[in-house]
């Protein structure tokens, strides 16, 4: 059993940068892949970014590449999104997920793929 707890969301403004962070309890954290998925008012939620066990290894949705950066620090437990250069459509809630193993999935963009999942924390962009 992993739990997740996501805090960094907020208010910011179009051009300005946040970095959520996701602290992982339970389990060992290192033995999970982790994704950050986000879910915009009226649409269905999203991939977002993904990353393996080590860090060495991550996946981003297409249209998000060049603003978000995810990373992992397994000796706090954490993993991180960087979001630089928000826009207003940006604004959602953001999730964390871990998967059942160490490795990312074939279908690390699904998120059938992820075993657990935080509560999610808000991001909203003003124009």
């Known amino acids: 059993q992993v739990q997740l707890v996501e805090s960094g969301g907020g208010l910011v403004q179009a051009g300005g940068s946040l970095r959520l962070s996701c602290a992982a309890s339970?389990?060992?954290?290192?033995?999970?892949?982790m994704g950050w998925f986000r879910q915009a008012p009226g649409k269905e939620r999203e991939f977002a970014a993904a990353?393996?066990?080590?860090?060495?290894?991550?996946r981003y949705a297409d249209s998000l590449k060049g603003r978000f950066t995810i990373s992992r620090d397994n000796a706090k437990n954490t993993i991180y999104l960087q979001i630089d250069s928000l826009k207003p459509e940006d604004t959602a809630v953001y999730y964390c997920?871990?998967?059942?193993?160490?490795?990312?999935?074939?279908?690390?963009?699904?998120?059938?793929?992820?075993?657990?999942w935080g509560q999610g924390t808000q991001v909203t962009v003003s124009s």
């Open positions: 990353i393996n066990w080590s860090g060495g290894t991550t």
């Open positions: 339970g389990r060992t954290f290192s033995r999970n892949a």
């Open positions: 997920a871990a998967e059942g193993s160490q490795f990312l999935s074939a279908r690390y963009y699904s998120d059938a793929s992820y075993d657990y």
